[in-house]
C-alpha cells in the first residue's frame, strides 16, 4: 500500500472511527453473540486476492463490531474501567504510522526519551518523589512478574548466574492477600517460587485489607522454619472490592526484613493523580517497585502500564542482555529499556502517555476522576437507603460492591438471586456489571468510571437494577 | 476530546504520517542526535494546560521525528527489516480506535475469535499442519519464555503446585548455540533455570547451526550426571548469521528423550510463506512450540509475534488464572487467550495481520520476499567477486554477512578497520548496517528486506560501501 492509498484510506478510517465513538452509547453493552459466531462469519481460508478498504471497513463494522463488549460504553460498570481517551488514541495512531523500532536506544532515541519524560511527568502527578524511575510494561501482569524476579535474584544473591532456583536450598516466600489480583498467583508460580511458597495472609474481614498481624506472624514462622522471606504484593485498589493493603506498617516490617515489597496499584494508580487520596498509600514511598495502569480509570488506552523501581541497577543486573548485534558506542551514556522489562523490541508507548496529557491537561482528566468519585459516593448512598439492599465493602473510590438481600434467603438461594438479577441486565445488554465473591459468596460490583458515565447513567442504572430485582423475585 | 474534536484531529495527523511516508528516505537512517537531545527539548514538568493538536503535530514533527531512526527507509540494512506495512497500521488504527479491551472472551469475543482465524490463516500459509494451534504475543522474547515454562513445568510434573523449582532436587537443563538470539539466555534465567543450567552446544564451524553430535553428547552427559534434559532452543534463521540448526535431527534426538522443543523462528518464519523455502525447517512438525514474528521481515507492524503449540491444554496448565470476576457462563465453550501468554490485558492485535493479509494480499507478501531474496543473493555474488571481500557465512535469506579484508592486515587491525568503515557509513545517516561479531571478531550483517528497498538501493549501498573503504584505507 501507497502512503496516497493510506491517506485515503486512513481518512475514511478515521471518520468510521468517530461515527463509531458518537454512536457505540446506542450499542448494547455486552457483545450479543454466541461462543464461535465471529469465527464462522469469517473464511476459514487465508484470502487470495486484496480487497478493497471499502470492503475491509464493511467487515469491520458487520462481522467485528457485533463481537465487541463496548467498553466505552457510559452504561459500561464491569470489571474497571478500559478508558481509551480520544486524545491517546491519536497518541496510539501517531506510534502506528512512525513504525518505530524499540529494540536499543540507538533503534530509536526518541521512543527512549519521550517514555522517560513522560514516565517523570507521571511520577510528578501522583506525587511520588524522585528516588523513583519509571517505565511502561504493556499490562500489571508483566510488571508484577518482573518485580517478583528483582525480588527472587536479590533474595538468592543471583542464584540465576549460578544453578538457578532449583540449587537453592530453602524456600523463598512471598506474601500477598486472598484478595490479591490472579496475576499475583500467575506471577509467583511463573517466578518459580511454587504454589506451597505463596503464602496468602489474612485479611481485616471489614476492609478485605491484609492484617499486619497475620503477616508479621507468617514472616516469624517462615523465619522460624528456615525459610527466606522474599516479597510482599501489597493490593493497592484490590481487584474485587478495592481493598488498600497498609502500605506504611508493611513496609516498616518489609524493610526489618530486607523483604521486597512491589506496590500493585494497577487501579488506584489513577487516583494518586488527585492530591486528596494519596494518604491510600501512605508508605508507598518505603516500597521498592510499584505498577499501575493509566489504561484504566485515567484512560490511556490499553496498554500502558507503569512501573517504578528505585534502584534501577538492581532491575537491569537481572534483566540485562547485551549482544554484540545491539551494542553501540553510547551505551554507557543512555537508557536501554529492553533491559527493564521482558520484550526485547517494543512499540512507542509513550505518544499516548503524552497525547493525552498535553492534548487533554491534567486538570480535565482530575475533574473527571473527581466526578466518578462523586457518583460512587451517591449510588452507595441510595443503594445503603434502600430496603434489603448492602454495600458490602467501603467504598474507597469508585467501585461499589452491592447485594440485595432479601428478609429471609438462604445463602444458596442469594446467590442464585445475585446472579439471577445481574446476569438479566448484562445479557439484555442495557447495562453492564461484574459478578464476583467475596468471601465465597457472590456479590455484584458496580465499577463507575467510563469517561462518558455521567451522574444521569448511575441513575439509570440504580432504576434499572432495583426493577430487574423486583422483576427477578416475581417470577 | 469529543469524537468530533478526534475527527478534525485525526484527518490532520492522517495526512501527517501519509506525508511522513512519503519523504521518510530523504531523512537520515540514523537519528543523527546525541543522548539527551530529546528528553532535553521537552519540559521536564507535567503540561499545566492542555495544548491545541496542531501544536502537538508540531513537536511530533520537530522534537520526536529527529530522534527516530527510520527503519522503514529503503536504505536501512540494520538489524532485521522491522516493517511496517501502511495495511497492518491501518489495522493497527482500527484496533486503537475501538478501545477493546481483551481480558476473556466475553470482553471481548471479536479480539478472540478475529485472532484465532488469523493466527490459522497463518498458519495455512506457512505450511503447518492442522496440528498447530496459534496466538499472538509481544514478541519472540515472550514467546520463547513462555515455552521455557511449560517445559520447565513439564519436565518437573507441575513443581509450580508443589513447592516450585527450588524445591527440585535436579537440575533441568536447557540446549542452544551461542548464535542463539539473547532473549534466550534472558528466559532461561528468568525461568530459573539458571546459567550453569544453560548449555550452550557447540555450531558447526561453516553454517554457525546446531552440531548434532555436540547436542547428543551434552544430553548424554547431562543424564550421566543425574540431570534432567529439559528444553532445546532451535534458532531458525539466528540473529547473526541466520543460521538453520537442523530441525529433523534435533527433533527425533528430542523425542527420544522427552525434550521440550522450541523453535525460535523470530526472522525467518516469514520465508515459510514461500514454499521454496520451507525445506530450511524441515522437522518443525515434531517440534513442540514455534514462534516468529510477522512484525519482522512479512511486515505486520510491531508488536506482533505468533506461537504456536501442538498442546494448548498444557499450556493452558501453566499459564491458567480463573478469578471470579473473570468467570462467565461460556468458559466451557471459548477460548481465553488470557492463559496462553503473561498478561491478563490484550490489545486487539490480529486486526493488523488480517487487514495486513487482506488489503495486501498473501501473494503480494511473497513476491516482496522473493524480491529481496533476489537482491540479497545478487549482493553476495558482488561482493564474493570483488578482491579482498568475504562473503562470511552462507546467504540462506536476505541477510548477508560481509567482511572486507585487505591482505597483511591482521585480527585485531581487521576489527578496526570493520568498525571504522561500518561506523563512518552509519554515522552519515546515509545508510545504516549493524556491525556484529562471529567467533569473536566484528564483520557486517547487511539485512536486506524494508518494504522499499529496491534492486536499485542495494546496488547504491554496495557503490557507498566501496567507496567509504578505500576513503577509510587512506585515512
Redesign the interface.
Known amino acids: 500500500?501507497?502512503?496516497?492509498?493510506?491517506?485515503a484510506?486512513?481518512?475514511q478510517?478515521?471518520?468510521?472511527?468517530?461515527?463509531?465513538?458518537?454512536s457505540l452509547d446506542q450499542m448494547p453493552v455486552?457483545?450479543q453473540?454466541?461462543?464461535?459466531?465471529?469465527?464462522k462469519s469469517?473464511p476459514?481460508?487465508?484470502?487470495?486476492?486484496?480487497?478493497e478498504?471499502e470492503d475491509?471497513l464493511n467487515?469491520?463494522e458487520q462481522?467485528?463490531?457485533?463481537?465487541?463488549?463496548q467498553?466505552?460504553h457510559p452504561m459500561h460498570f464491569?470489571?474497571f474501567p478500559?478508558?481509551?481517551?480520544?486524545?491517546s488514541?491519536?497518541g496510539?495512531?501517531?506510534s502506528?504510522?512512525?513504525?518505530?523500532?524499540g529494540?536499543s536506544?540507538?533503534?530509536?532515541?526518541?521512543?527512549t526519551?519521550?517514555e522517560?519524560?513522560v514516565c517523570?511527568?507521571?511520577r510528578?502527578?501522583t506525587g511520588l518523589s524522585e528516588q523513583w524511575e519509571g517505565t511502561i510494561h504493556?499490562?500489571?501482569?508483566?510488571a508484577c512478574?518482573t518485580a517478583l524476579?528483582i525480588a527472587?535474584e536479590k533474595a538468592s544473591n543471583f542464584?540465576?548466574?549460578?544453578?538457578?532456583?532449583?540449587?537453592?536450598p530453602?524456600?523463598?516466600r512471598v506474601y500477598a492477600t486472598r484478595e490479591a489480583?490472579?496475576?499475583i498467583?500467575?506471577s509467583a508460580?511463573?517466578?518459580?517460587?511454587?504454589?506451597?511458597?505463596l503464602q496468602f495472609v489474612d485479611v481485616d474481614p471489614v476492609n478485605q485489607s491484609m492484617s499486619l498481624a497475620a503477616l508479621a506472624s507468617c514472616i516469624r514462622q517462615d523465619l522460624t522454619e528456615g525459610h527466606i522471606p522474599t516479597a510482599i504484593i501489597a493490593s493497592v485498589g484490590s481487584?474485587?472490592v478495592t481493598a488498600f493493603d497498609p502500605l506504611g506498617p508493611i513496609t516498616e516490617l518489609a524493610r526489618q526484613h530486607g523483604i521486597w515489597v512491589h506496590v500493585d496499584a494497577a487501579m488506584a494508580g489513577s487516583a494518586m493523580l488527585l492530591p486528596e487520596c494519596r494518604s491510600l498509600w501512605d508508605g508507598v514511598e518505603d516500597a521498592d517497585s510499584i505498577s499501575w495502569?493509566p489504561?484504566k480509570w485515567m484512560g490511556t488506552?490499553?496498554?500502558c502500564s507503569l512501573f517504578y523501581v528505585k534502584d534501577p541497577d538492581l532491575l537491569i543486573q537481572?534483566?540485562s542482555?547485551?549482544?554484540?548485534?545491539?551494542r553501540s558506542?553510547?551505551d554507557s551514556?543512555?537508557t536501554q529499556y529492553r533491559d527493564w522489562g521482558?520484550?526485547?523490541?517494543?512499540?512507542f508507548r509513550a505518544?499516548k502517555l503524552w497525547?493525552h496529557?498535553?492534548?487533554?491537561?491534567?486538570?480535565?482528566i482530575r475533574m473527571r476522576l473527581r466526578r466518578d468519585i462523586g457518583n460512587a459516593q451517591w449510588f452507595a448512598a441510595e443503594v445503603e437507603n434502600t430496603r434489603d439492599w448492602k454495600v458490602l465493602t467501603p467504598v474507597n473510590l469508585q467501585t461499589v460492591c452491592i447485594r440485595h438481600e432479601p428478609v429471609g434467603m438462604d445463602a444458596d438461594a442469594l446467590d442464585q438471586h445475585t446472579l439471577n438479577w445481574v446476569?438479566a441486565i448484562n445479557q439484555s445488554g442495557l447495562a453492564f456489571m461484574?459478578?464476583?465473591?467475596l468471601n465465597g459468596r457472590?456479590m455484584v460490583?458496580v465499577s463507575i468510571g467510563v469517561e462518558s458515565t455521567t451522574r444521569e447513567h448511575v441513575k439509570a442504572l440504580w432504576t434499572m437494577i432495583k426493577e430487574q430485582v423486583a422483576l427477578s423475585l416475581q417470577e
Chains 1, 2 share one sequence.
Open positions: 500500500m501507497t502512503p496516497e492509498e493510506f491517506r484510506a486512513g481518512h478510517l478515521i471518520d468510521w472511527i468517530s461515527d463509531y465513538r458518537s455486552r457483545a453473540i454466541e461462543p464461535g459466531d465471529i469465527r469469517l476459514p481460508t487465508p484470502p487470495d486476492q486484496p480487497i478498504f475491509m467487515q469491520l462481522r467485528v463490531l457485533p463481537g465487541v463488549t467498553v466505552q464491569g470489571w478500559s478508558n481509551a481517551s480520544l486524545a488514541v491519536l496510539d495512531i501517531a502506528s504510522g512512525l513504525g518505530t523500532l529494540i536506544w540507538e533503534s530509536c532515541p526518541a521512543l526519551e519521550v522517560q519524560v517523570d511527568w507521571m510528578q502527578l504493556d499490562t500489571a501482569s508483566t512478574l524476579l527472587r542464584a540465576q548466574n549460578r544453578g538457578g532456583l532449583q540449587a537453592e530453602k524456600a523463598y489480583h490472579s496475576s498467583t500467575k508460580l511463573l517466578a518459580g517460587f511454587g504454589m506451597d511458597n481487584t474485587g495502569n489504561h488506552i490499553l496498554d537481572v534483566m542482555t547485551n549482544p554484540s548485534y545491539l558506542s553510547v551514556e543512555v521482558i520484550p526485547l523490541g517494543r512499540r505518544l497525547f496529557l498535553s492534548l487533554d491537561g491534567p486538570e480535565a446476569d461484574s459478578p464476583s465473591q457472590w460490583r
